[in-house]
């Protein structure tokens, strides 16, 4: 296993979509950690575990397709394109709406793919090509609302389509965080990498199914603010050794 992705040695807490939400709320209003911060590890994590996992630490020349929604999980999955564009991937990005729609973090991370000349356009058509070597699912996060439609089930469909790996940034597009409740569609990743702690819906019963490997990724959440009242964690190390922790 690369350096930057380990084992997991220790037995983390797992939480909800509620407890995660505070978890940001904290971060951004009580620690002055900004959301423009923990999107950048999102997405610098992301695109670290998809060259290391899928690519043997090499994605030069290699076609990925980034999917992205115009949310929190849209914004990660734009950053770790323009991570995966600087090693030398050939990234293509399709997005579930026009730049006008896209949410304040997420466009500013829109823009700066656009001045680097990265192709980035909506998803409508999906594009027909045989030689994607991965996709990413930056669809929708932990905001899921109902079954997914329009746009992001297409995307969803197009992906499960295509027999490469998909890796989905905090939960697999059409999986309830908290019950682990498949909607439908949903995606069907080969590795899912979640943010800061494990939620509990990765951990239903049929939920591997759709998750593939579960990776959780750093995004820097202060000891300190897993004790704030209201969320009552305990303080967790489970970054001590990497930055990624492989929990299955
Ligand atoms: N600490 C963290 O975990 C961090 C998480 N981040 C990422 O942000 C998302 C949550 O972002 P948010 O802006 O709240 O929303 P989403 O991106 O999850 O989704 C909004 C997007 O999805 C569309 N949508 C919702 N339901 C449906 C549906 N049924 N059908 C179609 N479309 C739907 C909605 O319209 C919006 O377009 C979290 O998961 C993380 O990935 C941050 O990076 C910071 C730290
Ligand atoms: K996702």
Redesign the pocket.
């Known amino acids: 296993m690369s350096t930057y992705i380990k084992n997991s040695h220790t037995d983390s807490p797992k939480i909800n979509t509620a407890q995660?939400i505070e978890?940001?709320r904290l971060?951004m209003d009580e620690y002055h950690i900004g959301?423009i911060q923990?999107?950048e590890n999102?997405g610098r994590c992301l695109a670290i575990l998809v060259k290391e996992r899928f690519f043997d630490g090499d994605v030069e020349g290699k076609n990925i397709v980034i999917l992205a929604?115009?949310?929190?999980?849209?914004?990660?999955a734009l950053v770790a394109a323009r991570r995966l564009h600087n090693w030398g991937a050939k990234v293509q990005v399709y997005t579930?709406?026009e730049e006008e729609?896209f949410?304040p973090i997420?466009l500013h991370q829109y823009r700066i793919l656009k001045r680097m000349g990265v192709s980035i356009s909506l998803a409508e058509p999906l594009p027909e090509r045989e030689n994607i070597d991965a996709v990413l699912d930056?669809?929708?996060?932990?905001?899921?609302?109902?079954?997914?439609?329009?746009i992001?089930?297409a995307m969803i469909h197009w992906a499960n389509s295509q027999k490469v790996p998909i890796v989905a940034?905090?939960?697999p597009s059409g999986l309830d965080l908290t019950t682990g409740e498949f909607?439908e569609p949903i995606i069907k990743a080969s590795a899912t990498l979640t943010?800061?702690l494990p939620k509990k819906g990765l951990f239903a019963c049929e939920t591997k199914k759709v998750v593939g490997e579960l990776y959780v990724g750093d995004?820097s959440?202060p000891q300190e603010l897993y004790q704030e009242k209201g969320l009552g964690l305990k303080p967790t190390n489970i970054f001590r050794y990497s930055d990624i922790i492989r929990l299955y």
């Open positions: 995660m978890v940001d971060m959301l923990m999107m999102a929604g115009t949310g929190g999980n849209g914004g990660g579930t709406a729609r949410t997420p930056g669809i929708i996060g932990y905001s899921l609302k109902g079954n997914p439609h329009g992001a089930a940034l905090d939960t909607y943010l800061a995004i959440v």
